[in-house]
């Protein structure tokens, strides 16, 4: 399974950027859960999810400024970040899981540097 994300960079404050997390490489079906960041010195946090119907949830720190959304025949997820803060700048991770066989396995992408200057 590989996840390959990009979109990430140095911006300014109030910019945007958009990461993708494109999701491959298995018979069986791979689900993209979401988007997570680690800021250094701190713990992995939850950025943003999206289900298989389109249903979302956000971090109450990204609420109205980040948008997640999927491509389904690209499997693919988005990640459009608008009005960001210094605060926001992490290293930022794609997360799926696969079922098979009744086992769920979880997997991480290599993550990408988002970086807000003030």
């Known amino acids: 399974v590989q996840l390959v994300e990009s979109g990430g960079g140095l911006v300014q404050a109030g910019g945007s950027l958009r990461l993708s997390c494109a999701a491959s490489?298995?018979?069986?079906?791979?689900?993209?859960r979401g988007w997570y960041r680690q800021a250094p010195g701190k713990q992995r946090e939850l950025v943003a999810t999206i289900t298989s119907g389109g249903s979302s949830t956000y971090a109450d720190s990204v609420k109205g400024r980040f948008t997640i959304s999927r491509d389904s025949a690209k499997n693919t997820v988005y990640l459009q970040m608008n009005s960001l803060k210094p605060e926001d700048t992490a290293v930022y991770y794609c997360?799926?899981?696969?079922?098979?066989?009744?086992?769920?396995?979880?997997?991480w992408g290599q993550g990408t540097q988002v970086t807000v200057s003030s």
């Open positions: 490489g298995s018979a069986f079906s791979i689900r993209i």
């Open positions: 997360n799926a899981f696969q079922i098979r066989f009744g086992t769920n396995y979880d997997y």
